[in-house]
Every structure is written in C-alpha cells, then in structure tokens.
C-alpha cells in the first residue's frame, strides 16, 4: 500500500497570505488527523476529520481550519499567515474500522515558511 | 489539559547499552500508547505500541506500560548509532497527544 502522500513538500508565504496544504490517506483510512511542529511547542494537534465531519480540535485559532473530501483526501487551510505559523505540518491517517487503538501513520510533512 | 511529558534529554548512551525513555501521562482514563521515532527532518514513525499493562517486546525494542502510575517507558537494548533520533511518546484518548520527544545520541 503507498504511504501518507501530503503536497506540498515545501512552501514559502509572506505573512498576511493564505495557504492550503493537501493530504492523501493511506487506501482504506478514513480518518486524517493534521498536527504543527515546531522546535518549541513540539507536535501539537490540529484537528481530526473521519467521513468528512471534524471529530476533534485542537487549541488552535479560527484560522486553522480543514475539510475532509468524499474519498477521505482532507486539505488543511490557514488564512492571514503570522511568522508563528512557521512549521511542519504534518497530515496522519488511521484505519479506524474497528477501534479507536489503530495506529497512526505519517505523511512526510509540509515545511511552511512564513517570510 | 490533558498533558504527556518526557525528559527532553538529550541522553546520550555508548553504543551496545541499554537507553531507557520515560513518558508519563496525566489522564488517567487514557488506553493507547505509542513510540515513535523521528529522525531529523523526517516525519514520526512507529516503533511500538501498547495497550495492557506489562512488557511488550519487538526485537531489540521493549515498551513497558504502568496505568497505575501512569508511566510508560521504551527500552532500547543494544543501542546503535542508527537508533540516534528523537523518541515521541503519544497517548490516545480521544485525539493523540504527544509529549515534547526525548533526543537520544548513540555514541560509537
């Protein structure tokens, strides 16, 4: 089975623009789950979406946000980019058809730069 | 705010020795726990996972769960250079919540 697939690999904005990152699942997970990396906060979690409906969120400011698709690809957005939202960004699926124990598995992460 | 925490290290071991990383958790209620590794500029990868308390043993890994005390520990026996990495421990309750990760260094 192919991996997490996210797109962009790499990005660089000014602040004050937008951003809209991209996920593929691995086939079969229909949950996704979006964190942001940061050398100082660490790996915080954004939200999760499963059927395209947003299960869980994060402590996270209203410009976060997402959207799961039909085939279980979910895009994650960012609008007025701040210099904090300099991170990796990394998407997360699991195949929760039977319990919430699945585990999760990696995308390779979407560095954003927010000059 | 449910919290996961581990010593930030680094831990440094030589290589051959056992290098131990602790993990303790605050929600009491939580049932799934997890290692990862993440080498540098790469993304977190799993190593174990663990949901019953006692040992878990997968080839040179042990991950070792005590709900009563709330802690969980990785065990890396035989440490090699390539184990060199930060070590993320993630407890699910709801949503995965991760601790800071423990840098370790495997010296030749």
């Not at chain 1, 410009?63 to 210099?83: A, H, K, W």
């Not at chain 1, 960004?89 to 999760?104: G, K, P």
């Not at chain 2, 605050?26 to 663990?50: A, C, N, T, V």
Request: glycine share 8%; proline share 4%.
């Amino acid at each position: 089975k192919a991996g997490v697939t996210q797109t962009p690999r790499y990005l660089i904005k000014t602040r004050g623009q937008q951003v809209t990152l991209s996920c593929s699942p691995i086939s079969g997970h229909r949950s996704v789950s979006w964190y942001q990396q940061t050398p100082g906060q660490g790996l915080q979690f954004l939200f999760e979406y499963f059927s395209e409906t947003q299960r869980n969120k994060g402590n996270f400011p209203g410009r976060f946000s997402g959207r799961q698709f039909s085939n279980s690809r979910s895009e994650m957005n960012v609008s007025t980019l701040e210099l904090g939202d300099s991170a990796l960004y990394l998407c997360a699926s699991r195949d929760t058809r039977t319990s919430i124990r699945e585990t999760q598995y990696f995308g390779p992460g979407t560095r954003l730069l927010v000059l | 705010q449910k919290e996961v925490e581990q010593n930030s290290g680094p831990l440094s071991v030589p290589e051959g020795a056992i290098a131990s990383l602790n993990c303790t958790y605050s929600d009491r209620g939580s049932q799934s726990f997890f290692w990862y590794r993440q080498y540098s500029g790469k993304s977190p990868e799993l190593i174990m996972s663990i949901y019953s308390n006692g040992d878990k043993e997968d080839g040179r890994f042990t991950a070792q769960l005590n709900k009563a005390s709330q802690y969980v520990s990785l065990l890396i026996r035989d440490s090699q250079p390539s184990d060199s990495a930060t070590y993320l421990c993630a407890v699910n309750d709801n949503d995965m919540r991760f601790g800071a990760g423990t840098r370790l260094t495997v010296k030749p």
